[in-house]
């Protein structure tokens, strides 16, 4: 379809501010104003028409669950800025802690895991891992694209400044930790990674703060913020 | 409405850089105008919540992309709460329609026959041009916007075939947004 016939587009426009065009075709139509300005100022004027309308209704305060259950939903708020410890890989008691944690929390995460793919209806791929922040909150899951690919992908919103990186890992055994490459947490469809990188099950997956750029030695520098036992490697 | 300067923008801004307090904030200060049209479309409190939490946690995920150009950022949030609660009301299309009786109120309060003063002159603007509407494309368009009802929804309550309710609204929508620009 053209979309440079102006009464097409002042139709889809205002069809979509109206709320009359099928879901399928406002899906689109959400894509086309991502990268047709002229076309999102045409919605908005639509949208600026009518929202006086909505702007008279009498305010009504949603229950306190509503707000309850959003950042339920969201998960802990995760400060980004955690202390510089060197050498945490060789942490024994981290380590300890983190397969008490990890076996704790196993059933709940695959439970979470389930809402959360539920929620987003797509065919359920094989969880590799699921890496949670310091107080034990799912942030990254990883899975099984392909035989060859894993995806990471952030469950939730974090955020980093400009002059740091999020670096990925793989530990397996006693071994120091691989670099497995930079993550960018705001990528929309997450992130690829070579299935054969992945440490067998009973591994770990942990995601460290570096320098903008990565780490600078090959080893960590920074603090892992996120990290997860491999719970299914069949490879 | 007072004439100090709208700290959405600056919250959003906030939300898009990961601040929790800011969107805690920011909810406090909008849900309660958004939730009355999550209410109106859905009909029913509980469903109306649900999309209340989805679309704020749809406007957390989404606020980073947020550009002025789709509206002021009250308006970009009623966007996404109004899709949402349209498609949580056609996923019921074929229950019991809940709307019925209740058209009555919402079209007076928009027809401009409440006495409430406060509305503002954008508000009288709509209305006023509305008024230059034949009754039926007027009807046809504020029971799509009002309760979120497709072409065949509103075919079957105004008892009118489909196309000459969809040419209702589209002539009906050319003649208000020239009216408006006039």
Not at chain 1, 182 to 201: E, S
Not at chain 2, 40 to 62: K, P
Not at chain 2, 98 to 103: E, V, Y
Request: glycine share 6%.
């Amino acid at each position: 379809m053209k979309y440079d016939d102006p009464q097409l587009r002042e139709a889809l426009a205002s069809r979509y501010v109206l709320g009359t065009m099928p879901r399928l075709a406002r899906a689109r139509f959400d894509r086309l104003i991502a990268e047709d300005a002229a076309l999102c100022a045409e919605m908005r004027d639509w949208a600026e028409i009518f929202a006086p309308v909505d702007a008279a209704e009498t305010p009504v305060a949603p229950p306190p669950r509503v707000w309850r259950a959003i950042e339920a939903q969201l998960g802990p708020a995760t400060p980004l800025r955690a202390p510089v410890r060197a050498g945490w890989w060789q942490s024994l008691t981290l380590w300890r802690g983190a397969a008490a944690l990890a076996t704790a929390v196993a059933a709940a995460l695959l439970i979470y895991v389930g809402a959360v793919e539920l929620r987003s209806a797509r065919p359920l791929p094989t969880v590799v891992a699921v890496l949670m922040d310091k107080d034990g909150a799912p942030a990254w899951i990883a899975r099984f694209e392909s035989r060859d690919v894993v995806n990471i992908a952030a469950l939730r919103h974090p955020s980093i400044d400009s002059r740091h990186s999020y670096e990925l890992w793989a530990i397996a055994g006693s071994a120091p930790p691989k670099p497995l490459g930079l993550l960018a947490p705001g990528l929309p469809g997450g992130q690829a990674i070579d299935a054969a990188a992945v440490p067998p099950t009973g591994g770990v997956l942990a995601i460290s703060l570096e320098p903008a750029g990565g780490s600078p030695t090959g080893k960590p520098t920074g603090p892992v913020l996120f990290q997860g036992k491999v719970i299914s490697n069949p490879l | 409405m007072t004439d100090a300067p709208s700290p959405l923008p600056e919250l959003l801004r906030r939300v898009a850089a990961g601040d929790r307090t800011a969107f805690a904030e920011l909810y406090r200060l909008t849900a309660p105008k958004l939730f009355p049209v999550a209410l109106r479309i859905t009909q029913r409190r509980d469903l109306a919540e649900e999309v209340l939490q989805e679309s704020f946690v749809a406007m957390w995920n989404q606020a980073a992309s947020y550009d002025p150009i789709k509206g002021v950022p009250l308006v970009w949030m009623t966007t996404i709460v109004r899709h949402r609660a349209i498609d949580q009301r056609r996923r019921r299309a074929n229950l019991a329609d809940a709307t019925a009786g209740s058209d009555d109120a919402l079209l007076t309060l928009v027809a401009g026959e409440s006495d409430r003063a406060d509305r503002g002159a954008e508000l009288a603007a709509l209305q006023r041009c509305l008024d230059t509407l034949e009754a039926q494309p007027r009807q046809a368009i504020l029971l799509a916007y009002l309760h979120g009802y497709t072409h065949d929804e509103l075919a079957r309550r105004l008892a009118t075939p489909v196309g000459t309710v969809k040419s209702w609204i589209r002539r009906g929508l050319e003649r208000l947004r020239r009216c408006l620009d006039g």
